[in-house]
């Protein structure tokens, strides 16, 4: 069973859809509980970085999302905030992320002709040392996602990019580190690709 962890941030109803399409167990919840015996998480995030990292702080569910994750090494996945909270902190903001993949989360520069936030389809190609993870099985050369970004995540190393994209610079649409994973985009948006991904994901094992 997959745990969306509801914490007052974004549209969960969606990615549960999109689980229950690819025939996974998913159930949206701020239960304890629920969190403590899933078999997998995933931490979506919307809006503000700092407002989701104190939503999630206020929940009163991070320890036991830190238990399940660092300590039982369940596989978990990041959306959008979600995925930028995995990491040491934002320019978005004040309030430190999770920490647990050593990135930073960075603005898109002013450049002419490029609107931020980044908005719509992007293209996104396997980074190189993760061309066989199995996240990415079934993924195309054509692969599109639906993203909705102002700021992107910057890993420390690229062993730890996932997924690269370009919108101006070029930035790690998804990363990985162990059985913790996060993606920028929107899978449950981005119809058959955001499928597979998330098929992928309900399969996963670490």
Not at 25 to 47: C, F, H, Q, Y
Request: proline share 5%.
């Amino acid at each position: 069973m997959i745990a969306i962890i509801d914490y007052d941030i974004g549209n969960l109803a969606a990615v549960a859809n999109m689980l229950h399409r690819v025939g996974a167990e998913a159930v949206v919840t701020s239960d304890a509980s629920v969190i403590g015996v899933a078999d997998r998480i995933i931490l979506p995030g919307n809006g503000h970085f700092d407002a989701c990292m104190r939503g999630l702080n206020a929940s009163g569910l991070r320890s036991v999302i830190e238990r399940r994750v660092l300590e039982d090494a369940i596989p978990m996945l990041g959306i959008c905030v979600g995925a930028q909270m995995l990491g040491r902190s934002s320019q978005e903001g004040a309030e430190p992320g999770l920490g647990w993949v050593d990135l930073e989360v960075r603005r898109f520069p002013v450049q002419p002709n490029l609107r931020v936030p980044h908005m719509g389809w992007n293209h996104v190609t396997p980074a190189a040392k993760a061309v066989d993870h199995p996240l990415l099985v079934g993924l195309d050369g054509d692969a599109r996602f639906y993203f909705v970004h102002s700021y992107y995540l910057h890993p420390d190393s690229t062993d730890w990019s996932l997924l690269d994209a370009h919108y101006g610079v070029d930035f790690s649409a998804g990363v990985v580190r162990g059985n913790i994973a996060g993606v920028q985009f929107h899978p449950e948006k981005s119809h058959r690709f955001g499928k597979v991904l998330l098929g992928n994901f309900a399969s996963w094992t670490v």
